[in-house]
């Protein structure tokens, strides 16, 4: 997990999707296949910061016959787009194997939040097509707990042990399952 920040009060989204396409496309040149799914939040204080859970990034590379520590050198490529700012680590979830569904409930989350901030845009970015497009269902129950309780009797065939649920901030139901 990383996290793409700026030294300012950075409160321009279409600035924030721009600097991340160009950060995005030179850190492809530096690693090619980078796999990552983004999102966009706002801090309390308004500046944006993106959220980025990354697929199989080696510790270190070797860089022009220098061995350098991967994140070391995506700070530096953030930093030669926007200036000063940082890519923050997760050590946590680094040092833990995270399930495909538990680090799904925790993108949900900030993909959540996003939704009301899109203006126009998505709520989060992914490399490449392997993601599918999320699954929306609409219903009119009056209880959450109805609703809830027929999502599991038609998932049940297809959910696994490893299963998160949480409520949205904006409303709604969100549930993620490891794939068998």
């Known amino acids: 997990m990383l996290t793409?920040?700026?030294?300012?009060?950075?409160?321009?989204?279409?600035?924030?999707?721009?600097?991340?396409?160009v950060?995005?496309?030179r850190v492809r040149r530096i690693f090619p296949g980078f796999q990552y799914v983004c999102v966009f939040e706002r801090q309390k204080r308004g500046a944006w910061h993106a959220h980025i859970a990354v697929h199989r990034l080696l510790s270190h590379y070797v860089v022009k016959g220098v061995m350098v520590?991967?994140?070391?050198?995506?700070?530096?490529?953030?930093?030669?787009?926007?200036g000063e700012g940082n890519v923050d680590v997760s050590k946590a979830v680094r040092r833990?194997?995270?399930?495909?569904?538990?680090?799904a409930a925790y993108l949900s989350k900030y993909i959540s939040k996003g939704f009301d901030d899109c203006e126009g845009g998505d709520s989060y970015r992914a490399s490449g097509k392997s993601l599918p497009p999320p699954v929306i269902v609409r219903s009119s129950y009056?209880?959450?707990?109805?609703?809830?309780?027929?999502?599991f009797d038609l998932l049940a065939g297809v959910l696994q042990e490893d299963t998160y649920t949480a409520l949205l901030d904006g409303g709604?139901?969100?549930l993620s399952s490891s794939p068998p």
């Open 69 to 82: 520590k991967s994140y070391d050198l995506l700070r530096t490529v953030w930093r030669a787009v926007v």
């Open 4 to 21: 793409l920040t700026y030294r300012e009060n950075m409160v321009d989204r279409a600035r924030m999707q721009r600097d991340f396409d």
């Open 172 to 174: 709604g139901f969100y």
């Open 142 to 151: 009056t209880k959450l707990s109805d609703a809830v309780s027929d999502l």
């Open 23 to 25: 950060f995005m496309k």
């Open 96 to 103: 833990r194997r995270c399930s495909v569904a538990k680090l």
